[in-house]
């Protein structure tokens, strides 16, 4: 089955950290790049970070320094460490593989000043 499946998030106070992760299955995901994506209510969605095959990263301005992407080729996962929290992180972050257009189902983060 091809499919992305998202866990983690939850809520936490400013200045916190939670980690999310998003296994991959039916993809060929150790040749892919993979995404984070997140949307805040009444906003766009948006690129927070993505990560190639070899582990090359980007990270939109907002989030630099303070969220880590990573990756794991054997378990076929991609997870995002979020650190120092803010409110304006407060988002439904969602996994992206680009190779198919596939998106996971979204996990909510919320912060709370």
């Known amino acids: 089955q091809v499919q992305l499946v998202e866990s983690g998030g939850g809520l936490v106070q400013a200045g916190g950290s939670l980690r999310l992760s998003c296994a991959a299955s039916?993809?060929?995901?150790?040749?892919?790049?993979m995404g984070w994506y997140r949307q805040a209510p009444g906003k766009q969605r948006e690129l927070v970070a993505t990560i190639s095959p070899g582990g090359a990263t980007y990270y939109t301005i907002t989030v630099r320094g303070r969220f880590t992407i990573s990756r794991d080729n054997v378990e076929n996962t991609v997870s995002l460490h979020m650190n120092s929290l803010k409110p304006e992180d407060t988002a439904a972050y969602y996994c992206?593989?680009?190779?198919?257009?596939?998106w996971g189902q979204g996990a909510q983060v919320t912060v709370s000043s």
């Open positions: 039916g993809i060929a995901f150790s040749r892919n790049t």
């Open positions: 992206h593989a680009p190779v198919l257009d596939l």
